[in-house]
């Protein structure tokens, strides 16, 4: 759908797909249309939480190492022993510790980049698109917001960029409210 909407839409095909990745099938549904496509790149984006320290985030293709959780081989945080770690995200749906092992694959052949964005660029993403479009997405997505917020001034403005808006912000709303009355102000955001 995302591709035959952007030829449509622009007449050819975009330059990025940034997509959140937690367990990452939101963001396989995206990029798999384009994979033949070598001209598009791919970014993942991974819960940063508040460190990229053991147990304060959830960033397994930037952290992890190769082991298996539950029956797959991917990467996942995992201790010295293969013990699984905690994690942490401001996102329900992507504090896990581990990936599909699609995208393992992805960065291993380079198809893919995966970059980690901290809790509080996340909610500066959700607030930024609430601010500018009217819509609150739900803070999974709102990593690849903030991300698309470090890429684009580096870009042409001919640059073409999806995001893969994988979810709505009513389900975060007091979560977004707390984080923000907690941690930030709305000048930081």
């Given at each position: 759908?995302a591709?035959?909407?952007?030829?449509?839409?622009?007449?050819?095909l975009?330059?990025?797909?940034?997509?959140?990745?937690?367990?990452?099938?939101?963001?396989?549904?995206?990029?798999?249309?384009?994979?033949?496509?070598?001209?598009?790149?791919?970014?993942g984006?991974?819960a940063?939480?508040?460190?990229?320290?053991?147990?304060?985030?959830?960033?397994?293709l930037?952290?992890?190492?190769?082991?298996?959780?539950?029956?797959a081989?991917?990467?996942?945080?995992?201790?010295?022993?293969?013990?699984?770690?905690?994690?942490?995200?401001?996102?329900?749906?992507?504090?896990?510790p581990?990936?599909?092992?699609?995208?393992?694959?992805?960065?291993?052949?380079?198809r893919?980049?995966?970059?980690?964005?901290?809790?509080?660029?996340?909610?500066?993403?959700?607030?930024?698109?609430?601010?500018?479009?009217?819509?609150?997405?739900?803070?999974?997505?709102?990593?690849?917001?903030?991300?698309?917020?470090?890429?684009?001034?580096?870009?042409?403005?001919?640059?073409?960029?999806?995001?893969?808006?994988?979810g709505?912000g009513?389900?975060?709303?007091e979560?977004?409210?707390?984080?923000?009355?907690?941690?930030?102000s709305?000048?930081?955001?």
């Amino acid at each position: 759908e995302a591709r035959q909407q952007i030829l449509q839409a622009e007449g050819r095909l975009p330059d990025y797909l940034l997509a959140c990745v937690g367990g990452g099938s939101n963001a396989i549904g995206l990029f798999h249309p384009f994979v033949r496509d070598r001209r598009v790149r791919f970014i993942g984006v991974e819960a940063g939480g508040t460190t990229l320290k053991p147990g304060s985030h959830a960033a397994t293709l930037v952290k992890g190492t190769p082991g298996v959780l539950h029956g797959a081989r991917s990467l996942v945080l995992q201790d010295r022993h293969g013990q699984i770690l905690e994690t942490r995200s401001v996102s329900a749906g992507l504090d896990y510790p581990g990936v599909g092992p699609e995208h393992a694959y992805y960065q291993r052949i380079g198809r893919a980049r995966y970059v980690a964005v901290s809790d509080a660029e996340a909610l500066r993403g959700c607030t930024l698109l609430a601010k500018t479009e009217g819509i609150l997405p739900a803070l999974e997505p709102a990593h690849a917001i903030a991300y698309a917020r470090r890429l684009a001034p580096r870009l042409s403005k001919r640059s073409a960029i999806i995001i893969g808006l994988s979810g709505r912000g009513d389900k975060d709303v007091e979560t977004i409210a707390h984080s923000l009355a907690n941690g930030s102000s709305s000048r930081d955001v």
